[in-house]
């Protein structure tokens, strides 16, 4: 069973321009998470959809970050304009609702702003 | 906000055993997760725990959790090269997922 895809892998971009992060979760999985991994850190969730609907993104930040899960499958994260200080590695996982609710994590884009 | 805080280092030598600590603020934690995280990858789930149990025992792997300390271990048996990486530990309970900052474990050959 293939993981959580996620793409591109490495985006180098300059600031002030927009970039897009694709997640295809695991087959099956309503749960979906997008993170932000700085360096030396541990994972801070930006986003959680259970199927279509965003039901925490508290941790989001709207001026600049949006998200979307149209289908209730794939999901897209968008930063419009990219700072310096949004380089990092964005994480996507998905859960299967099921009791543990553990989550799968896809290899992460790591973005690069000039 | 719940916090889970982790060693950031850890050497040892190949064939010695391993121990990561963890402690975390949230009673009302539910599981107790650890990944492990190699450069340039995502996060593997390695094992978890749910929080009414105090061991748990996957091949080379030992989870010990004290919920009365808020103290959760990882020991890696017999550990390898192939075991360095950065662990993570993480719980879940009434917050989402909370993640600490990782412990680099480096095996020494």
């Known amino acids: 069973e293939a993981g959580v895809v996620q793409s591109p892998r490495y985006k180098i971009i300059e600031k002030k321009q927009p970039v897009a992060f694709w997640c295809n979760p695991i087959?099956?999985?309503?749960?979906l998470y997008w993170y932000l991994q700085n360096l030396g850190q541990g994972p801070e969730l930006l986003i959680r959809?259970?199927?279509?609907?965003?039901?925490?993104d508290s941790q989001l930040p709207k001026d600049r970050f949006s998200a979307e899960r149209l289908k209730g499958v794939d999901s897209t994260l968008k930063i419009q304009p990219a700072e310096l200080g949004d380089s990092a590695v964005y994480l996507c996982?998905?859960?299967?609702?099921?009791?543990?609710?553990?989550?799968?994590f896809g290899p992460g884009t790591r973005l690069t702003v000039l | 906000g719940e916090d889970v805080e982790q060693s950031l280092f850890l050497s040892v030598r190949e064939g010695d055993s391993s121990v990561i600590n963890c402690t975390y603020t949230?009673?009302?934690?539910?599981?107790l997760y650890w990944y492990k995280q190699e450069p340039g990858a995502g996060l593997q789930l390695l094992t978890y725990?749910?929080?009414?149990?105090d061991m748990k025992q996957d091949q080379r792997l030992t989870v010990l959790l004290n919920k009365k300390d808020k103290h959760l271990s990882l020991r890696i048996a017999d550990t390898q090269t192939g075991d360095s990486a950065i662990y993570f530990c993480?719980?879940?309970?009434?917050?989402?997922?909370?993640f600490g900052k990782g412990t680099r474990l480096s095996v020494i050959a």
């Open positions: 087959s099956g999985h309503n749960t």
């Open positions: 996982a998905s859960a299967g609702g099921a009791v543990d609710d553990t989550q799968y």
């Open positions: 949230d009673s009302s934690s539910t599981y």
């Open positions: 993480a719980e879940s309970g009434n917050t989402p997922l909370v």
């Open positions: 959809y259970e199927n279509e609907e965003a039901v925490d």
């Open positions: 725990i749910f929080s009414n149990m």
